[in-house]
């Protein structure tokens, strides 16, 4: 783990007393290399090193007395500082007297259909439906037909209509009529390159004006998530993120670039693939996970 | 760094970035810039022809093995990384050929695991080996390999369930479905296919080392390759598990697979 990481580092700062320029190089490497193993962008990786290599050489930790403690706190302070120290979260309920609609995008195979499940059971106590607006891939709206029967929960579907935002129109018109009050739409994944997909996600949002858009990615994604964010925000302004895939031996740095490059809050992550795996995003769990 | 002037140390910093940024991960990309700075380039255009040229003897290539007799090839992977669309590409890539081939769903485990591959088995006018879902993964491959025996089909196709690498109560569940193959077919005819995500980082590599203790792994198809990641983690693995990459999938439709070429690959991650 990270802190004996550091042991040896300043194992022989002990002797001399003071954090040098070449000790702080050796850590600040290996800081580098955490951080790149957790998938962490390689541009926030350049930023946090010079953030921490300015505080640690400031006067206050020169002159501390455990500076492997004192150092490890300077970095650990700084991720939490672009982690957010506050869980930005969904409201705990929704309003009974409206619709809120929430519509979730991502990737291919990133766990939309199976978090909009989990979504609507967290928000059981809100009224919710689920839309299955992905006509696309092969029994897709069977895999919501047979998790809404296992677990109780309403699914809007309409398997002859091939125009996803038809059958969110339509989904829409229906759960008005039968008083839903939380309404999450499932959509296709997508490729953030696809033009035609991207406008797709774009169209949706303009006309139905969804109250949250989230972005479901997981926690496994490379460097580029940054990129695929940044498109998807394009096509329609983001409120913020479900990472999935936490239960995997994925450290989450893609949740540290996310955060920081895009200012994208992250609302939950998903941890299996049951009903109930779905916890709020913990800023300091995520920090500790990063660092090893 | 130190035997390059300024100029060239930039240069290498832009190529750690570069090779960073195409996942192709730090320990990788250190090696491969030590071994450039021991050759000692004059240009940029020879610094990236040494990478391209030390990359080219790391990474591997392969084709699907081939026998006289009933082959079975199993599709293995972490959840969501596109096992059973890739499948369905290979199905058609071999019906092409004039193999005769039988899919089998023994995804007993997610909710439309079986569907999902029987929408492909109807679009290829194959048949599917099914049961229901919750049943014995084993089961639906015990009875597949009897009908593949029976009807002296070329290829069984094996599609099974996402799972976390590191749940060592589902890889031993797969490496059961595995046995049940092994009790009825040779070893050299069975061919176990991990499948990777393009857009997986670090953890792809993870993921590889896990499946590859658990079962004989031949080869891997790397799936969304039509997205903008580089996988660049397909070298480490190639390099350090030895498991060459045999196809990419390139989109969502059954043509949308190519065989895995480095030269292409290679000239991608720049
Ligand atoms: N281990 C684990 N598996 C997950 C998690 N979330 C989803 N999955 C699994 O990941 C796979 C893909 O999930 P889906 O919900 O089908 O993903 P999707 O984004 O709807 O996929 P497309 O609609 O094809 O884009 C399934 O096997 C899910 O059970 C998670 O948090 N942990
Ligand atoms: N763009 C693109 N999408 C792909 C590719 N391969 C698979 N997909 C998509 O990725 C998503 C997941 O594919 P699946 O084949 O269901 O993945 P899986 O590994 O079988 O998923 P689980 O069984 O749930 O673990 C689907 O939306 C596929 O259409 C590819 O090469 N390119
Ligand atoms: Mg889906
Ligand atoms: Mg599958």
Redesign the pocket.
Known sequence: ILRDKFEDVFRFIKGTGKIRQENIEQALKKIKMAFLEADVNYRVVRHFIDEVKKKALGESVLKSVSPSQQFIKIVYDEMVKLLGTQTVSLPETFPVNKQTIIM?V???????????I?LARKYNKSNPVVIAA?PY?PA?VD?LLIMGKKYSIPVFYDKKETFPLRIIQKGIKDSKEKKYNLIII?????MEMNKELMNEIKEIAQKIKPDYRIF?A??LTGQNLINVAKEFQLSTPLNGAIL?????DARGGAALSLKYLTKTDIFY?????KLN??DKFSPSGIAKRILG | IRKFNKMDRLFLEEMEQTLIQADVGLITTEEILEKIQRKNPKSRDETKELISEIMAGIIQEGELCQKNGLGVILFCG???VGKTTSLAKIAHYLKKKGKKCKLVAADTY??A?IEQLEVWAEKLKIPVIKQFQGSDPGAVVFDAINSGLSDRDDYLLVDT????HT?EDLMREIVKVYNVVLKKIPEDHIEVLVVLDATTGQNGFNQAVEFKKYLPVQGAFLAKYDSSFKAGIIIRISKELNIPIKFVGTGEKIEDMDTFRKKDYITNIF
Do not use: C, P
């Open positions: 979730l991502g990737l291919n195979g990133s766990g939309k259909t199976t978090t909009a989990k992905d891939r897709a895999q499932d959509t296709a994944g997508r479901v997981d926690a999935t895939k936490f239960d995997s992550i998903g941890t299996g693939e795996d779905l | 972490v959840n969501g997610r909710a695991g369930a996402g799972r976390m749940r």
